[in-house]
């Protein structure tokens, strides 16, 4: 056969197996939650190897990448169509295009990855495309963590959120535990159709998943003074809540809740994000009602606020007499939604922005910093979209006793985008070895400890209040004090290792043999 006939069946193979490869992305996706199925999540990632494995070119390894993530991202983020719907008439017709576009384009990491792990692991075997696979795939997890102000959301370590691997990411982070996920499935799959090797491939995660297991089994040391936090779920619905008449409701409903229980007092009270029906410029009548209520006790709110011509979506800190005794603004906004990239062009079209009531977008704060809360320590505060940023829960200015999440997840719908976001929330409670507190606006408002365990929660869509005891740190675990340099490095290492054993392999082939 012709070398041009071989290339030929080869790319038919790639464009064949494209919409397979959709498929078991799709099938990957159920690992994320809602759903939770990690072991689908691995079975993709062996069926999903094979095809690699069997494609003889990087364009067509690319292809079948790309391909696998469309599939994966699509059914993982389809919840990105739903903060276009709260306002159909303005802006229902970007939503198929969100969509294609986000899962389209971040298919290109993975497409690039595919096309790196076989120009890498050409040469070196099974095994060697193996461990390239899981390489290169993570590392181009690692880098839209980052680039672009990144996206770490539906990480492939994310799908072991509520099992005992989740443990894990104390140690690796969640792109170390997304090598070892992948790894385990391609070492697997490499093995096929010998059992026995396969077993002795899945033997290192078999450890490591018990590992895991004893890690979340151990107790969290209780507390010897426990301090309360109330929290406080209005369920305000995105397309009501900015409505005047219902924005009152809403807000006479957290006083409620704040002032409820008077058999036993909190020691603090979280409202959630943007929950003043104001900006903290004009709101001094409304905060002394909320310190009304409180009857003393200290109140975290969200809320907008004017500085000069620049906006910000902030959180305050409200002391029992109704004064700001302390003041955060978020600095790590959604593009798009908080601000726009490149926003002089995008003023010539007339574009605004769905994701502030003020239409045209915030500034950025400073960057992190720690609140003093007294009696309950220091809190690192979060404004929704950025605690689903390690990097930036690594980056505070010193270790806080817990860390603090007000959010408004009524953009991300009822289906999987609330639940992803609280599966975030439980991963960097143990990536820190710190509890989580999370006040969502319709939920899920959630105290989370330091292994990752839901202590006390409000259900998704249900308005009401929960007090719960503030659970007790750990000790700072390891990747809290490195980050995601190790495995960074990692990674580089065994790329250039399976780099040099390729050359080193081609070069033994093309020797003339004696």
Aim: hydrophobic residues 50%; neutral net charge.
């Amino acid at each position: 056969m012709s070398e041009t006939a071989v290339a030929s069946r080869k790319g038919i193979f790639a464009r064949r197996s494209m919409p397979a490869a959709i498929l078991l992305g799709a099938l990957a996706a159920l690992g994320q939650a809602p759903v939770g199925l990690p072991w689908a999540t691995l079975a993709a990632l062996a069926l999903v190897f094979r095809f690699f494995v069997l494609t003889s070119t990087v364009r067509g390894a690319a292809w079948i990448g790309w391909s696998f993530g469309a599939g994966y991202f699509a059914a993982s983020l389809f919840w990105i169509v739903e903060p276009f719907f709260v306002d159909i008439a303005r802006h229902g017709w970007m939503a198929p295009f969100a969509l294609v576009f986000m899962a389209g384009g971040f298919a290109l990491f993975w497409g690039a990855a595919f096309a790196l792990a076989h120009w890498i692991g050409r040469g070196t075997g099974r095994w060697g495309q193996a461990v390239a696979f899981a390489l290169a795939l993570a590392f181009v997890e690692l880098t839209r963590s980052y680039i672009l102000t990144g996206f770490p959301w539906a990480m492939i370590g994310h799908v072991w959120v509520g099992w005992g691997p989740m443990q894990l990411v104390a140690w690796v982070g969640p792109v170390g535990l997304s090598v070892l996920t992948v790894l385990a499935a391609a070492l697997a799959s490499a093995a096929w159709p010998s059992w026995r090797r396969g077993g002795l491939a899945l033997l290192p995660f078999a450890v490591l998943y018990g590992l895991g297991m004893w890690q979340a089994a151990q107790p969290v040391p209780a507390v010897e003074s426990p301090q309360v936090v109330r929290l406080v779920q209005p369920n305000a619905a995105q397309h009501l809540k900015w409505d005047p008449d219902h924005a009152t409701t809403f807000f006479r409903r957290q006083l409620e809740y704040t002032a409820a229980g008077a058999d036993g007092r909190p020691d603090l009270v979280i409202w959630p994000e943007t929950a003043i029906p104001t900006v903290l410029n004009n709101a001094e009548p409304l905060l002394m009602r909320v310190a009304q209520a409180a009857g003393g006790v200290p109140v975290v709110l969200g809320i907008q606020r004017w500085e000069g011509r620049d906006a910000f979506n902030s959180l305050i800190v409200l002391d029992g007499d109704g004064v700001v005794a302390d003041l955060y603004d978020k600095y790590h906004l959604v593009p798009f939604g908080e601000y726009l990239p490149l926003s002089s062009m995008f003023d010539t079209v007339g574009m605004t922005l769905f994701g502030s009531s003020m239409g045209f977008g915030y500034s950025s704060g400073p960057g992190p910093q720690l609140l003093d809360l007294g009696p309950l320590g220091s809190a690192l505060p979060l404004i929704c979209y950025e605690a689903i940023f390690p990097q930036d829960v690594n980056a505070a200015p010193a270790r806080p006793g817990w860390l603090l999440q007000i959010t408004n997840d009524a953009w991300f719908g009822k289906v999987s985008g609330p639940y992803q976001h609280l599966a975030q929330a439980r991963l960097r409670a143990v990536e820190q070895g710190l509890p989580m507190v999370r006040a969502a606006n319709t939920g899920v408002s959630a105290v989370i400890d330091a292994r990752g365990e839901i202590v006390a929660s409000i259900p998704l869509n249900e308005a009401g209040w929960i007090d719960s005891s503030l659970p007790s740190p750990l000790p700072p675990t390891i990747y809290a004090n490195t980050g995601d340099w190790p495995v960074f490095f990692v990674l580089l290492a065994g790329l250039s290792g399976l780099i040099v054993l390729r050359r080193r392999n081609a070069i033994d082939a093309s020797s003339p043999q004696r």
